[in-house]
């Protein structure tokens, strides 16, 4: 198995730019989680997803932040418009109802840079 | 979620066990702790977890104290590539989501 996969591996862009971030869940996991780490607030989860269903966003933090996951084998961590303090490093992770929605598999994460 | 308290840093010789322990005083009897490590410019990675008997894989062991407010993890022969920042989570296993990871603890091994 591949694992978690994330695209791009690093961003950087320009503020007011749209950014949207990749992932690719494990198969047949049923639960994807969006994580932001940054030195200053640590590592905070931002949404996840249950069979394709936005369970809890309350982690997102304002409009400009959005997440869609449109079938069992993709979801996007979308911004528009971006700002430099969203520069961080997003995770994207994914587990299996079976194994406990705590045992996460993390990709390797999206470096953003907002200049 | 119950918070949890770890040492900031911590060191080990190559080759020893290392301990880390973790404070959670406040959990709660159907809150599990969790255990992950972070190597640094990768994501997280998931070790071990446990209710309240001790538990123990190809990774690592678990030890919970039998009043529940104190967990050890043992990695019975450290390497070099356990350098890592390691998290202690506490989280009911129904729960998919609603805390941090904390600070944690910075381990290094050392040759």
């Known amino acids: 198995d591949a694992g978690v996969i994330q695209s791009p591996r690093h961003e950087v862009t320009e503020m007011g730019q749209e950014v949207t971030l990749r992932c690719k869940p494990i198969?047949?996991?049923?639960?994807l989680f969006w994580y932001r780490q940054t030195m200053m607030r640590g590592l905070e989860l931002l949404i996840y997803f249950n069979n394709n269903v936005p369970i809890d966003d309350s982690g997102m933090p304002e409009d400009r932040f959005s997440a869609k996951m449109p079938n069992a084998s993709f979801s996007t961590l979308k911004i528009q418009p971006s700002e430099p303090r969203d520069s961080a490093v997003y995770f994207c992770?994914?587990?299996?109802?079976?194994?406990?929605?705590?045992?996460?598999?993390f990709g390797p994460g999206t470096r953003l840079t907002v200049l | 979620d119950a918070k949890t308290t770890q040492p900031p840093s911590m060191d080990c010789a190559e080759g020893r066990a290392a301990n880390l322990p973790c404070n959670h005083s406040?959990?709660?009897?159907?809150?599990?702790v969790y255990w992950y490590r972070q190597i640094h410019s990768q994501g997280p990675q998931y070790i071990i977890h446990?209710?309240?008997n001790n538990e123990t894989n190809e990774m690592a062991s678990l030890i919970i104290t039998e009043d529940r407010k104190s967990s050890t993890l043992i990695l019975p022969h450290a390497t070099l590539r356990d350098t890592a920042v390691y998290y202690c989570i506490v989280r009911v296993a129904t729960n998919a989501g609603k805390s941090t990871f904390g600070d944690g603890t910075t381990l290094t091994v050392k040759p």
């Open positions: 198969s047949g996991h049923d639960y």
């Open positions: 992770a994914s587990s299996f109802r079976t194994r406990g929605y705590n045992e996460q598999f």
């Open positions: 446990g209710l309240k």
């Open positions: 406040t959990i709660s009897g159907n809150e599990y």
